[in-house]
Nanobody, 126 residues
Framework: QVQLVESGGGLVQSGGSLRLSCAASGRTFRSYTMGWFRQAPGKEREFVSAISWSGGVTYYADSVKGRFTISRDNAKNTVYLQMNSLKPEDSAIYYC???????????????????WGQGTQVTVSS
C-alpha cells in the first residue's frame, strides 16, 4: 500500500478553479492507478476521475467531463486534479486513492482501491 496526502481544497466561487494535489509515499507509485473520488454530506462516495500508471489513459465521470483534468508526475509521486468551471454541486470532500494492477472500467469503482487519503474539503459558493 501507499500513503496518500491530499491538499489544495478550499472555498471558491461558482465558476472558479482549484487544483488538488495528492502526494504519495513509496517507490512503487508509478505502478499504481490513481483515482479521485468525492463525497458530499448524506451521499455515497462517488467516482470523479482516474489515471493509469503511465498517465496514458484517463477516465472521468460524466458530471465533470470537460471541466476537470487529471494528471500525474511519477517523478514527484504526485497526482493532480485541475478543476475548472466549478459548480455548487461539486462541493464535497475529495479523496485520492490508489490501486495496483487496475485498469479499464474497474478504475471507477470505490471497492477497487485499497489505499485512501484523508480527504480535502472543496466548497463552491453560488
Amino acid at each position: 500500500q501507499v500513503q496518500l496526502v491530499e491538499s489544495g481544497g478550499g472555498l471558491v466561487q461558482s465558476g472558479g478553479s482549484l487544483r488538488l494535489s495528492c502526494a504519495a509515499s513509496g517507490r512503487t507509485f508509478r505502478s499504481y492507478t490513481m483515482g479521485w473520488f468525492r463525497q458530499a454530506p448524506g451521499k455515497e462516495r462517488e467516482f470523479v476521475s482516474a489515471i493509469s500508471w503511465s498517465g496514458g489513459v484517463t477516465y472521468y465521470a460524466d458530471s465533470v467531463k470537460g471541466r476537470f483534468t487529471i494528471s500525474r508526475d511519477n517523478a514527484k509521486n504526485t497526482v493532480y486534479l485541475q478543476m475548472n468551471s466549478l459548480k455548487p454541486e461539486d462541493s464535497a470532500i475529495y479523496y485520492c486513492a490508489a490501486a495496483a494492477l487496475l485498469q479499464g472500467p474497474k478504475s471507477a469503482r470505490v471497492a477497487a482501491y485499497n489505499s485512501w487519503g484523508q480527504g480535502t474539503q472543496v466548497t463552491v459558493s453560488s
